[in-house]
């Protein structure tokens, strides 16, 4: 049996209903950075997956055309930074139209000397392994070549809104 494409006119729901459907789906919330031409930008995700431990891989789903994924894309390197509860700010900072989004903003270093946001709960830097198309989204898989990570509380995504984790 063939796999049949289902088309936006005949699916039974809007692009409305499927994002807010899509929105029950509680995450963290993650910052990615990527150099290109010696200009760093980054862009708030939550399409963020682990995929594979051994070799580590993950993936993230920039939509196409973003300014951050097409450094992603170019550079064939980027970080992720997963948010701490009290960087609310950064998330929706990686989200506006900021003129600047770093003006001011506390960078480290990962290991390999790449931009990361200093009070992350951590850091994955990353080469692209691989780039496969995802509708209007690129699905970009990166090969972890370190990582760090810190105790703390994450920040969470849900139904549009950001939030804190009740943990027992
Ligand atoms: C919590 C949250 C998660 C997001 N996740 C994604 C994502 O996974 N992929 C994406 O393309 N945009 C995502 N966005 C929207 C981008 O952050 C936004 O479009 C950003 O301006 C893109 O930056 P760029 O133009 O530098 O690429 C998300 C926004 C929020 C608030």
Redesign the pocket.
């Known amino acids: 049996m063939s796999v049949q494409e289902v088309s936006r006119e005949t699916s039974a729901f809007s692009t409305a209903e499927f994002r807010a459907a899509m929105g029950t789906f509680a995450t963290g ?1 993650a910052v990615v950075l990527a150099n290109h031409d010696d200009r760093l ?7 963020l997956t682990s995929v594979s431990l051994d070799p580590p891989l993950l993936l ?4 196409r055309g ?4 097409l450094a992603m894309k170019a550079s064939g390197a980027f970080v992720v930074n997963i948010l701490d509860v009290h960087q609310r700010d950064i ?1 929706t900072r ?2 506006g139209d900021f003129s600047n989004r770093f003006d001011g903003l506390d960078l480290g270093r990962s290991t390999r000397g790449f931009p990361v946001l200093a009070a992350a709960l951590s850091h994955f830097d990353c080469m692209v392994r691989n780039v496969y198309e995802g509708g209007d ?1 690129d699905i970009i898989v990166g090969e972890v070549v370190s990582c760090t990570q810190r105790a703390g509380g994450p920040l969470l ?1 849900y139904r549009g809104r950001f939030g804190a984790a009740d943990m027992d």
């Open positions: 919330v930008h980054g862009m708030t995700v939550n399409s993230v789903c920039p939509r973003s300014a951050t994924g998330a990686f989200v989204h995504f």
